[in-house]
C-alpha cells in the first residue's frame, strides 16, 4: 500500500519533531541531574563543617527560648497586667493619668525590669512586653471575649479572633463564600493572633499618611478662607460704595484699595 507524498511528508514531521523533543527532554534531564549534583555537594560540604555542632546549640536553645517567650511568658505576663490595671482601679476611681494605655503600662514595666531602652535595645523583650500589654488590656476591657487558661493558652471569642469565615458552595464556580462569624465560643489562638485583634478592637487615625493629612489640612485652610473672604468682601463693598459716592479715596489704604479693585473686577461693578 503506498502513502501519499504529502502524508509522507507529514509523517516524516511528527517523527522529526517527536525526535527534538526526545533530545530537548534528555538534555533538560542532564541539566537537572547535574543541578542536583551540585547541590549536594555544596549540602555535603556545609554539613560536614566542624562549626556546625556549636551553633546547633545555640539555635536549639533559640528557638526554645522564642517559642517560649512568645507562647508561654507573654500569656503569663498578660494575666499579671491584667491583674495589676484591676487592682490600680480597684475600689474608687484612680488619678493616674493614661494607667489604661499601652504607653503607660509599656514604661512601667520597663522600669519594674531596670530595662533601659536607650542603653541596650531587646527588640524580642520589648515585642514580648507590647503584645501581653495589648491581652492585657483587652482582657479588662472585654472579659467575655478573652482568657487565659492555667496552663497560659490564650482563648478568644470565636467571632472576634475570625470576624468572616469561608463558607464552602458546593458545585459552584468559586468554590466559596465569605461569611459573618457569628459564634461566640471561646477559641484557643497563637499569640500573633493578639495584635490583629488589637488593631480592630482600637483603630487610630495616627497611621494616616502625611499625604492624607496634607489634603485635610488644606481642606481646612479653604473652607476657613471662603468664610473669611466672605466676611471681608461685605465689610470691603460697603468701603467701595462709599467711595463711588465721592468719600476721600485716601481714608482707605492702599491693602483696601488693592482688594477694592479685585473685588470690583470679580462681582463686575459699575
Do not use: C
Not at 503506498?2 to 527532554?25: D, R
Not at 517560649?68 to 505576663?77: E, Y
Not at 458552595?169 to 463564600?177: D, N, P, R
Amino acid at each position: 500500500m503506498s502513502i501519499p507524498l504529502k502524508n509522507k511528508n507529514n509523517l516524516k514531521a511528527k517523527i522529526h519533531f517527536a525526535g527534538y523533543s526526545k533530545n530537548i527532554k534528555e538534555i533538560n534531564m542532564t541539566k537537572t541531574i547535574a543541578t542536583e549534583l551540585e547541590n549536594n555537594k555544596d549540602s555535603d560540604f556545609l554539613n560536614s563543617l566542624k562549626a556546625n555542632e556549636p551553633l546547633k546549640k545555640v539555635l536549639f536553645k533559640a528557638k526554645n527560648v522564642s517559642k517560649t517567650l512568645m507562647s508561654d511568658i507573654v500569656p503569663q505576663m498578660a494575666k499579671a497586667v491584667n491583674s495589676l490595671m484591676v487592682e490600680i482601679n480597684s475600689g474608687k476611681k484612680t488619678s493616674l493619668k493614661d494607667w489604661n494605655t499601652i504607653k503607660f503600662l509599656r514604661q512601667h514595666l520597663y522600669n519594674l525590669s531596670s530595662y533601659d531602652r536607650s542603653k541596650d535595645v531587646n527588640s524580642a523583650f520589648e515585642m514580648s512586653i507590647t503584645r501581653a500589654i495589648k491581652l492585657a488590656i483587652m482582657m479588662y476591657d472585654n472579659k467575655d471575649e478573652f482568657e487565659v487558661s492555667d496552663d497560659n493558652e490564650v482563648f478568644i471569642m470565636s467571632k472576634v479572633a475570625t470576624p468572616m469565615i469561608d463558607v464552602k458552595l458546593k458545585g459552584q464556580k468559586g468554590g466559596s463564600k465569605k461569611q459573618k462569624n457569628t459564634s461566640e465560643e471561646l477559641v484557643e489562638v497563637n499569640t500573633g493572633t493578639i495584635d490583629k485583634v488589637y488593631s480592630a478592637k482600637y483603630p487610630t487615625t495616627s497611621r494616616s499618611t502625611q499625604t492624607k493629612d496634607t489634603k485635610i489640612n488644606f481642606g481646612s485652610m479653604a473652607v476657613n478662607f471662603e468664610k473669611e473672604l466672605e466676611i471681608t468682601i461685605s465689610s470691603k463693598l460697603k468701603k467701595v460704595t462709599v467711595l463711588k459716592q465721592g468719600e476721600d479715596t485716601r481714608k482707605l489704604d492702599s491693602k483696601y484699595l488693592k482688594l477694592g479693585e479685585i473685588i470690583h473686577h470679580k462681582v463686575n461693578l459699575t
